[in-house]
């Protein structure tokens, strides 16, 4: 009897031990949701999955955006990742030391601050808060969800942007956790 391959994110689901259920669960409920645009939601749970490197979760959610995001738009939304990655550490960083002298400091670091070309500004500032939430970072959580905000994103919207963050984040530890107890 052939058995035949799940969809990427199908895979991940059933990959997840027993234990995570409910992490896999949500997944399911929300690759499902409609409150965001599947431009939206598919660039924040690739985002996400970037922003936390796992590399069978990336690999999961990489292959969805093959066949649900144009090429500049999956690219944004690693671009997003890879951002926030730099700014999110140096941000926390400032925010967290008690000499704030350095906050006074031009931060020197190259950051283009547009989104980039072919994606829509406000869905790259939703990929770029769902990392930064990911990150621990409350300045950058502040400064993007006041520029949605700004620009009348319903807080919807961000919550589900932070629920996809909590759940890749979620899965990623999980799945990274099952992947070594299989090899122990």
Avoid at 13 to 26: C, K, L, M, T
Avoid at 48 to 75: M, W, Y
Avoid at 80 to 96: D, F, K, P
Avoid at 160 to 175: D, G, M, N, P, Q
């Amino acid at each position: 009897m052939t058995q035949i391959a799940l969809p990427p994110l199908a895979a991940l689901i059933d990959a997840i031990p027993d234990y995570g259920r409910e992490v896999a669960r949500n997944l399911q409920v929300l690759a499902e949701d409609a409150t965001l645009t599947d431009q939206q939601k598919w660039g924040c749970f690739l985002a996400c999955a970037h922003g936390i490197g796992v590399a069978s979760v990336v690999r999961t959610f990489e292959a969805e955006a093959q066949v649900r995001l144009s090429p500049e738009v999956a690219d944004a939304a690693r671009s997003a990742a890879a951002r926030m990655g730099m700014t999110n550490i140096y941000y926390r960083a400032l925010h967290l030391m008690q000499n704030h002298v350095y906050e006074a400091l031009p931060t020197r670091l190259r950051m283009n601050l547009a989104a980039p070309v072919g994606v829509d500004r406000l869905d790259f500032e939703l990929w770029a808060l769902a990392v930064s939430a990911i990150n621990g970072c409350s300045a950058c959580l502040d400064a993007h969800e006041g520029e949605l905000k700004k620009h009348g994103v319903e807080p919807a919207v961000v919550q589900t942007a932070l629920r996809i963050s909590a759940v890749v984040h979620a899965a990623s530890r999980v799945t990274a956790s099952a992947e070594a107890a299989a090899s122990f």
